[in-house]
């Protein structure tokens, strides 16, 4: 006898936001799974993942990742476990992760699974240090060469890529300099993280700090913001120095662009390097990385830090939250 259909709730994009999102451009909806068909598995997500990417994908034109489509469920990173399956790559009870996030369960392909061995606990750490936001740090460090005795300064620092890169710098040799949005951020970043230095960019301007507490310079910039920021890190770069353009949150909310930084000569002076990066183009070292951060989360060399908010319905505050500065550490939402 067939089973009923699952119901399972979902968040849509409703309304494409004008600057910061609101609770208003999303909707919770119920959408009905029958059995999966051949060759397809069903999936019960655990937990899912909010980034701030994802604000690019909710505008209409232009964008490096593909546009989020208006009354459809949301995509983003998601770990769960299989519930039923009629392909032979997995089984019931099988840990996977998948990009069908901001929904309870979903039928999906193999080709559309990764298999997760699950020896690191508890899941969501593969949507953290193990998953894209831990490969991201480490792309980035790899992008420019980061290396024993240079010092990095990475700004959004208290945020899920900055987190870890700072910890990765740290096991490179470097000194570390990073800034976040309070004081408890701050705190977590040289107690937790273990960054030689730490500082609120509230307080004053990230150029002063910067320069106080690297009166000779830096060597690298981590970019995770833009902005004036980006600005700061430019005018204390040493000669030859190397900027990881990360990401740019500072300015995923304006309605037009802003000007750039007045001081971008400085590239030509300086003789400096910047470099972007987008993480999945680097899928041929997943491997890789794996290997390294398993081993780091093993040895305690590595925390995941985490944010949870609990339940389906809290993912789209999450997700706004991240532009507030709600998070330390990974943004998560744990559905079961």
Known sequence: ?????????????VSRPKGVPTPANFALAQAELGPPGDQQVLVRNAFISVDPYMRGRMNDGPSYVPLFALGQPLEGGAVGTVVESNAAEFKPGDCVSSSYGWR??????????LALGGEIQPLSVYLGALGMTGMTAWVGLN???????????????????????????????CRVIGSAGS??????????????????????????????????????????????????????????????ACGGISGYNDEKPRPGPSNMINIVGKRLTMKGMIVSDWRDRHGAFQREMVGYLRAGKVKNKETVVFGIEKAADAFIGLFHGGNIGKMIVKLT
Do not use: W
Not at 104 to 113: D, N, R, V
Not at 159 to 172: I, T
């Open 1 to 13: 006898m067939a089973r009923a259909p699952i119901v399972s709730r979902e968040v849509r994009l």
């Open 143 to 173: 992008l420019v060469e980061v290396k024993a005795g240079e010092v990095i300064y990475i700004s959004g620092a208290a945020g899920a890529v900055g987190s870890v890169a700072g910890q990765l710098a740290k096991l490179r040799g």
């Open 183 to 244: 004081p408890e951020k701050v705190r977590f970043l040289r107690s937790e993280c273990g960054f030689d230095v730490a500082f609120d960019y509230n307080v004053g301007p990230v150029v002063e700090q910067l320069r106080l507490e690297a009166p000779e310079g830096i060597d690298v910039y981590f970019d995770n913001v833009g902005g004036p920021t980006l600005e700061a890190a430019l005018s204390v770069l040493r000669n030859h120095g190397r900027i990881i």
């Open 104 to 113: 309870e369960y979903f039928i999906a392909s193999p080709k559309e699974l």
